[in-house]
T-cell receptor
Framework: RKEVEQDPGPFNVPEGATVAFNCTYS??????FFWYRQDCRKEPKLLMS???SGNEDGRFTAQLNRASQYISLLIRDSKLSDSATYLC??????????FGTGTRLQVFP | DTAVSQTPKYLVTQMGNDKSIKCEQN?????MYWYKQDSKKFLKIMFS???????INETVPNRFSPKSPDKAHLNLHINSLELGDSAVYFC?????????????FGQGTRLTVV
């Protein structure tokens, strides 16, 4: 089983749509969780951290379910500029950041 | 000012050659990493250093040797390059903040072995 699993997509959605990505992780001792965004031929960049209570940043909402070991990202009112690959990242401790394979999102007009 | 910078950005070389990639961060972070992103876009950790000490060494051929002369620099030397080494190599640095580790990445080095 992969340490961090994501549906690779692609998710093709129209502008204005709401889209959700899920991610599961295998190590129950994982300590912290993040969503990163990677544009084509660019480096990954932190989108948001994921807190146990759930957190929101504008159109983006992240949730963590420790019991089921999954993390989600919800994007509301999708924009063309949201097109990218979204990487689920888990910190297994001792600064070991494990990346999922990423979920590709394509927003069309 | 670039927070994490790596050079070169592109590297094309022949099989069997030895090459190095340099990385520097000006964020004052204690931890630095090398990640490899292959053609399937999977980003896999290779090494992690904390204050110049190796703390993570994933299953990587010993042709790959990281060196950290100080905590702001982490270089990657690759001996006897093979076709399968072609990938994008990302350097990153991180610091624990509020109990969380957030990583910042360099722009990547696209290595092509021919």
């Amino acid at each position: 089983r992969k340490e961090v699993e994501q549906d690779p997509g692609p998710f093709n959605v129209p502008e204005g749509a709401t889209v959700a990505f899920n991610c599961t992780y295998s190590n129950s001792a994982s300590q912290s969780f993040f969503w990163y965004r990677q544009d084509c031929r660019k480096e990954p960049k932190l989108l948001m951290s994921v807190y146990s209570s759930g957190n929101e940043d504008g159109r983006f909402t992240a949730q963590l379910n420790r019991a089921s070991q999954y993390i989600s990202l919800l994007i509301r009112d999708s924009k063309l500029s949201d097109s990218a690959t979204y990487l689920c990242v888990v910190n297994e401790g001792t600064d070991k950041l494990i990346f999922g394979t990423g979920t590709r999102l394509q927003v069309f007009p | 000012d670039t927070a994490v910078s790596q050079t070169p950005k592109y590297l094309v070389t022949q099989m069997g050659n030895d090459k190095s990639i340099k990385c520097e961060q000006n964020l004052g972070h204690d931890t630095m990493y090398w990640y490899k992103q292959d053609s399937k876009k999977f980003l896999k950790i290779m090494f992690s250093y904390n204050n110049k000490e190796l703390i993570i060494n994933e299953t990587v051929p010993n042709r790959f040797s990281p060196k950290s002369p100080d905590k702001a620099h982490l270089n990657l030397h690759i001996n006897s390059l093979e076709l399968g080494d072609s990938a994008v190599y990302f350097c990153a640095s991180s610091q624990v903040a509020g109990g969380r580790t957030e990583a910042f990445f360099g722009q990547g080095t696209r290595l092509t072995v021919v």
